[in-house]
């Protein structure tokens, strides 16, 4: 009877043993989870996402892009990658751990400051909010703040893209070759001056250009945007019109126009590119998704003929690889005022945490954006945009060994009309840090350019 007994004991604590291995495995293994797991063995690398199959995937992307897959885009699977950020951002992040804080009118503050040392002074360097919990009422803001302090060099050049207009039927129906400038002014992390370029400048977030390098109807357009660390501030934004030969200051809601006649704006880069306080946020969900993390340095060459990285059908949707992020964000933003945005009733942003093969540890974390979805004045489904990530590290020496990341196309989608516009990136013309001064970003600059 005794031997029964110790024997059921045994079993019983071999069970228990095997119950708390099994929890502490899966927990393990749910930090970083796989493909196989989060669709019960149905979808593995190397397998492609169609119309016929995306129900397995419908719960890993966002609606819009059900919507694209539904259309004809493919979600090629590969295994995640390599992802590493900077180091001595990582070091900026730990250091300043604790001193950011949103103020009463929502802007981003430092209690101490790890550059500056001014209680209540702006943000000046790393993420402000490694950690955020999902319980935080100011979720939303945070993590939108955190996209936007993600490192990506203390000044950079798009010095060509390629914008496809694209039309229902996947043809070409235009294209533009066009640059994209900016220099921070506060925040610098890695080249002096730093954290402020000047005392005069410490008001300002950054400046910069888009502009045409061609078709001849379009070539000299151009737009200068300013943008101000008091983000209850408007922009200060500047066209050039080379019809007119002269600048024209632009209204706040003028960022939401379509940029030279595509699908994209100005206020839909970087998927939501405004003044933070001027909207309102909220922290939908944190949990594991499918992104375009390292979509490969597929990207516009510029040969004659130039070569687009792959899309389809046509040069609607790009078709490149997409990988299990396992943390990504999604953000629900919303004008505060409605005439700031006239297009749109809200933006969901989609934000990276953990990617790849990154440590399990917050000051790690990118904060790269990877897509949103907008929906119109009325709530119904209006665009889809997306980044396609390379990586950090440029394209010749390899992932991971340099301060940068690298995007090979930025896109939007407008599923009211079934019309596109992508933006592949000429990767040998993607430069950062290269010492731009703010004094070239200027109207007088703008019009030189433009004449």
């Known amino acids: 009877m005794k031997s029964i007994r110790l024997k059921s004991l045994f079993l019983l604590l071999a069970g228990i043993a095997l119950v708390v291995f099994l929890a502490t495995g899966s927990a393990m293994a749910g930090d970083k989870p796989t493909i196989q797991e989060l669709t019960g063995g149905k979808v593995k690398p190397g397998d492609v996402i169609t119309s016929a199959n995306v129900d397995l995937v419908k719960d890993l992307i966002p609606d819009g ?31 300043n751990a604790g001193q950011g804080y949103i103020d009463e009118e929502d802007n981003l503050r430092t209690k101490g400051g790890l550059f500056s040392g001014e209680p209540g002074g702006w943000w000046d360097g790393g993420v402000p909010f490694p950690e955020v919990s999902m319980d935080d009422p100011q979720a939303g803001i945070k993590v939108f703040y955190n996209s936007i302090q993600a490192y990506e060099g203390d000044d950079f050049t798009h010095d060509e893209t390629n914008p496809l207009y694209v039309g229902s039927d996947g043809k070409i129906e235009r294209t533009i070759k066009m640059s994209w400038d900016r220099v921070y002014l506060t925040a610098r992390e890695k080249l002096d001056p730093k954290p402020t370029y000047a005392s005069k400048y410490q008001n300002v977030v950054f400046k910069q250009f888009a502009y045409v390098q061609w078709p001849f109807d379009l070539k000299g357009f151009g737009n200068l945007g300013i943008r101000y660390t008091d983000s209850t501030k408007q922009d200060d934004s500047y066209a050039y019109i080379p019809a007119m030969r002269r600048v024209r200051r632009l209204a706040s809601a003028q960022r939401f126009d379509a940029f030279v006649g595509s699908d994209a704006t100005l206020g839909d880069f970087r998927q939501l590119d405004i003044p933070t306080a001027t909207w309102k946020y909220k922290l939908l969900s944190k949990k594991p998704m499918l992104a375009m993390m390292h979509s490969g340095a597929w990207s516009v060459t510029n040969t004659d003929p130039p070569v687009y990285p792959p899309m389809k059908p046509g040069y609607k949707f790009q078709n490149t690889p997409w990988e299990v992020v396992p943390e990504i964000y999604a953000v629900e933003a919303m004008p505060k005022d409605p005439r700031d945005c006239p297009i749109y009733s809200k933006k969901i942003v989609y934000i990276a945490g953990i990617v790849g093969d990154m440590p399990m540890d917050p000051n790690h974390r990118t904060w790269r954006t990877l897509y949103s979805v907008a929906y119109d004045i009325s709530g119904k489904l209006m665009k889809s945009c997306w980044n396609s990530w390379y990586g950090y590290g440029e394209p010749d020496k390899g992932r991971g060994e340099a301060d940068v990341f690298y995007e090979t196309c930025y896109g939007c989608y407008d599923h009211q009309i079934d019309h596109s516009a992508a933006w592949p990136v000429n990767l040998p013309g993607r430069s950062f840090n290269v010492g731009f001064t703010p004094e070239r970003f200027s109207i007088g600059y703008l019009q030189k350019f433009g004449r």
């Open 65 to 95: 892009y059900y919507d694209m897959v539904k259309r004809g885009m493919e979600l090629p699977i590969i295994e995640p990658g390599h992802w590493k950020t900077p180091q001595f951002f990582v070091d900026a992040t730990a250091k």
